[in-house]
């Protein structure tokens, strides 16, 4: 892995027309954009080189993280299991309130963001670190075409499940292209409005629900998500269209997810999504028959839980991030009535080996993060500037009822490994690192899932407890 000026070495892309003129039209999203030699189409990471379509950003990609599969907005699949997101830079849609800014729109991106990875490498750091799902998230795997097709078959291969969380803004073309190698599809719908996805987002709704019904037919793993925004789609409306649809179109045994939203980028003139209208949309959407709807970036309700369908029995608790597997046998059936459990289960997904006290007389530096406000996840990032193997320690404090131990990270000769610590229990006060002193480390406040924070905690922020950091400023680009 390493850091490099991150679009300055183009690479042969997939679904390319070629025009007249060297003109080239690329048919990687509905938008089939035309792009005349030098120039490149609406996501900026896919450019016309001499009359060829190029990708800009094969292999670019954040920082590689460890989190848990509950980030992707996935409560069905291996609840969790421990996965490798995977984030690259560039995106063919620009909703107003897209927190992973710095990252999808590419005239904001930074190089000290940036990392080159090869398919390889990230199969690697899955393997190395006994991570069995590898997730393409964050700004949008759609406009990583290539390099997903590609690592995705590497992974495959070596046993690992693959997940795609995408707004699907995705022609049916590329769809095809992804059925033989993901496994699961954690869809973002923005709405049923196709108004909205117009003004908000600048795609087009059909695209979305098109695409999500072509990998549901195909037998995939299929979970949908709603951002539910303040006083724009956190009414009743949308969670009527989303039941309709899902029920509908799909079957009504998808997870559906209406997720709570935080101001962001140009939307930040008003507040997160009141608890009580998510809440409300939960209910009218089961009302109308689906049969597993969840809350999304809220704590402290049981909204985010299952039960079996047959006896009630509570099969999985969830805390933010987290989830436990409490009514749910090794076969994956409910534990008080033997009914198939709705949960497709992955073994040893969630182990991480643990020592209960730190070793004696190491060399080690402690440190230490509290929850505050609305901030209850953290990426950690750790590197290891020696030429030896090394191993540092993480752990939860601050809840006696709570396992206390230190799980274990082990670090290759000048790795740099990042994962997310997540608040997992009501008690809990923070999160703590012990790292050996020739590692280094970093922490970055995580505000929601499937957020990529690129500022560090040192940097401070406005309003700790609810506002990311960068601030957006209208005119200010690379
Ligand atoms: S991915 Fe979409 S936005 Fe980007 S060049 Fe292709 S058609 Fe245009």
Not at 40 to 47: D, L, P, Q, S
Not at 141 to 167: D, M, R
């Amino acid at each position: 892995m390493t850091q490099t000026t991150w679009n300055q070495e183009p690479h042969p892309a997939r679904l390319e027309e070629r025009l007249d003129d060297d003109v080239v039209r690329c048919h990687l999203s509905p938008r089939n954009c035309r792009i005349r030699p030098g120039q490149h189409g609406f996501c900026m990471v896919r450019a016309n080189r001499d009359g060829r379509l190029v990708t800009l950003n094969y292999g670019r990609s954040v920082h590689a993280t460890e989190e848990t599969i509950e980030t992707e907005a996935v409560f069905h699949y291996a609840p969790g299991a421990r996965i490798l997101s995977m984030g690259n830079v560039g995106c063919m849609l620009n909703c107003d309130y897209c927190h992973n800014w710095k990252t999808s729109q590419a005239r904001y991106v930074e190089d000290k963001d940036v990392y080159h990875y090869t398919p390889e490498e990230v199969v690697d750091i899955a393997v190395r670190h006994g991570i069995k799902v590898i997730s393409w998230t964050y700004n949008d795997p759609v406009v990583w075409h290539e390099f997903v097709v590609e690592t995705a078959a590497l992974a495959k291969a070596a046993g690992i499940v693959n997940l795609y969380k995408s707004a699907f803004f995705i022609s049916g073309e590329a769809i095809e292209e992804l059925i033989p190698v993901i496994d699961i599809f954690s869809v973002s719908i923005k709405s049923l409005d196709p108004k909205y996805y117009r003004k908000i987002t600048k795609g087009w709704l059909e695209p979305v629900l098109e695409g999500t019904e072509q990998v549901y037919r195909a037998g995939k793993h299929v979970e949908v998500s709603t951002l539910m925004v303040t006083d724009l789609s956190d009414d009743e409306k949308t969670a009527r269209e989303m039941a309709t649809f899902v029920g509908e179109r799909l079957d009504p045994s998808i997870p559906t997810h209406f997720v709570r939203f935080h101001p962001d980028y140009k939307m930040t003139d008003t507040i997160r999504t009141p608890v009580d209208r998510l809440e409300r949309a939960r209910k009218v959407a089961m009302d109308m028959g689906l049969n597993h709807v969840y809350l999304g970036n809220v704590y402290d309700t049981e909204s985010t839980n299952t039960w079996c369908s047959q006896c009630g029995l509570l099969q999985v608790t969830r805390y933010g991030l987290n989830a436990d597997l409490v009514g749910v046998d090794a076969d994956g059936n409910c534990a008080s009535c033997g009914t198939r459990a709705p949960l497709k289960l992955l073994p040893d997904a969630r182990r991480r080996s643990k020592v209960q006290e730190l070793p004696a007389g190491g060399d080690l530096d402690v440190a230490s993060f509290d929850w505050h406000g609305d901030v209850r996840a953290l990426h950690v990032q750790m590197r290891n500037e020696s030429d030896a193997p090394a191993t540092a320690y993480t752990r939860r404090y601050g809840d006696p009822a709570a396992d206390g131990s230190w799980e274990i990270v082990e670090l290759k000769p000048q790795e740099s490994f990042r994962y997310i610590a997540a608040k997992s229990t009501p008690d809990e006060l923070g999160v703590q690192v012990a790292i050996p002193d020739r590692c280094t480390s970093s922490l970055h406040q995580v505000f929601d899932r499937a957020h990529f924070p690129t500022v560090e905690v040192a940097a401070g922020t406005l309003n700790q407890d609810v506002s990311p950091l960068p601030l957006f400023q209208p005119g200010t680009r690379r």
